[in-house]
């Protein structure tokens, strides 16, 4: 199947502070990705949606100015969480689809935030 | 808008039982669902996914069904093991808009 790889894994940063995570498809063009996050003992909750070289949707709710989604190319899409605060801290997950026309999920293995 | 439930929440058994893990959706538009399997602090693992157009899937010891009518798919697990001890998720695609929902999840805890 098709990978989706995400760096970092793991995070602990500053409060104040803003991260960069990147969302790659390895071995497929995702025209697409899904940018999710999981709070503890929750489920996944989709954030934003954004295609190849176009502005992110936001999902209600979700702060656009505080979470900048980038989607240059067709196998980088990366997620800043701006001015991170502990309530932020959570699991990042991204999800690529590609032009294959077979809606199978790639997801990527997620990427653990805690802001101090 | 799509809503996905999980019952039960959590589900405790003894080692070699068989069980059954329930999931509902409220939109039967539907382009496939797909159940997942989470470890703790970890991704997410695809255990089998359906079409909409499919009623049933197995995978080892895994069998997955599809009611799109009724808005309902059940997740079998023949035989628990230790192993199968997971947060068990269930997902659906919609039909128009591509947007995957998820359910809250099943902890499962299969004690030897």
């Known amino acids: 199947g098709a990978v989706v790889s995400q760096h970092p894994s793991w995070v602990i940063c500053k409060s104040g502070t803003s991260v960069k995570i990147e969302c790659r498809s390895l071995d497929f063009q995702a025209t697409t990705m899904f940018w999710y996050r999981q709070f503890p003992k929750q489920s996944l909750m989709l954030m934003a949606t954004?295609?190849?070289?176009?502005?992110?949707?936001?999902e209600q709710g979700v702060e656009k100015d505080k979470f900048l989604i980038n989607h240059a190319s067709l196998t980088l899409s990366t997620l800043t969480v701006t001015s991170a605060h502990p309530e932020d801290s959570s699991f990042y997950i991204c999800?690529?689809?590609?032009?294959?026309?077979?809606?199978?999920?790639?997801f990527g293995p997620g990427t653990r935030l805690l802001v101090l | 808008k799509q809503e996905v439930t999980q019952i039960p929440a959590a589900l405790s058994v003894p080692e070699g039982e068989n069980l059954v893990l329930n999931c509902s959706f409220t939109d039967s538009a539907i382009y496939n669902l797909q159940w997942f399997r989470q470890d703790p602090g970890k991704g997410l693992t695809s255990l089998l996914l359906?079409?909409?157009?499919?009623r049933e899937q197995t995978s080892g010891r895994l069998n997955a069904s599809l009611d799109k009518s009724s808005g309902r798919s059940t997740l079998y697990i023949a035989a628990s093991q230790p192993g199968d001890s997971a947060t068990y998720l269930c997902?659906?695609?919609?039909?128009?808009?591509?947007?995957?929902?998820f359910g809250k999840g099943t902890l499962l805890t299969v004690n030897p």
């Open positions: 999800r690529g689809r590609g032009t294959s026309g077979k809606e199978t999920q790639y």
């Open positions: 954004s295609n190849e070289g176009s502005k992110a949707t936001y």
């Open positions: 997902a659906v695609l919609g039909g128009s808009n591509y947007k995957l929902t």
């Open positions: 359906i079409q909409s157009s499919q």
